[in-house]
């Protein structure tokens, strides 16, 4: 069974850190490319970052370029995005989605996602 979770996401005050994990199991990341989606109340989805399956690419979404950070970890298969700076704008349940290359439009696999929420 293909699985994405999600985890790392808390309260933090403005100009914190926090770092999401994304644990996949029942696949390779090896084989795709993961991306970092957000949905913030009352508005639509938005990518925010890739990285593709062997890591040697990645894009960001100019809101959170210079804050933001996606890596991954092969052996744990594991992706990380790593969001400094935070603003209180950044507040959203984080996503993390796998496709066969990174595209922001679509994703073949969903997690369900992880609460961020910046605020003082």
């Known amino acids: 069974q293909l699985q994405l979770e999600e985890s790392g996401g808390a309260l933090v005050q403005p100009g914190g850190s926090l770092r999401l994990t994304c644990a996949a199991s029942?696949?390779?990341?090896?084989?795709?490319?993961i991306s970092w989606f957000r949905q913030a109340p009352g508005k639509s989805r938005e990518g925010v970052s890739c990285?593709?399956?062997?890591?040697?690419?990645?894009d960001y979404a100019d809101a959170v370029k210079g804050r933001f950070t996606i890596s991954k970890d092969d052996d744990k298969n594991t992706v990380y995005l790593q969001m400094n700076n935070l603003k209180v704008e950044d507040t959203a349940i984080y996503y993390c989605?796998?496709?066969?290359?990174?595209?922001?439009?679509?994703?073949?696999?969903w997690g369900r996602g992880t609460q961020v929420t910046v605020s003082s």
């Open positions: 989605a796998g496709s066969l290359v990174c595209d922001f439009s679509m994703a073949d696999y």
């Open positions: 029942g696949f390779s990341l090896d084989y795709y490319a």
């Open positions: 990285i593709n399956s062997s890591g040697t690419s990645t």
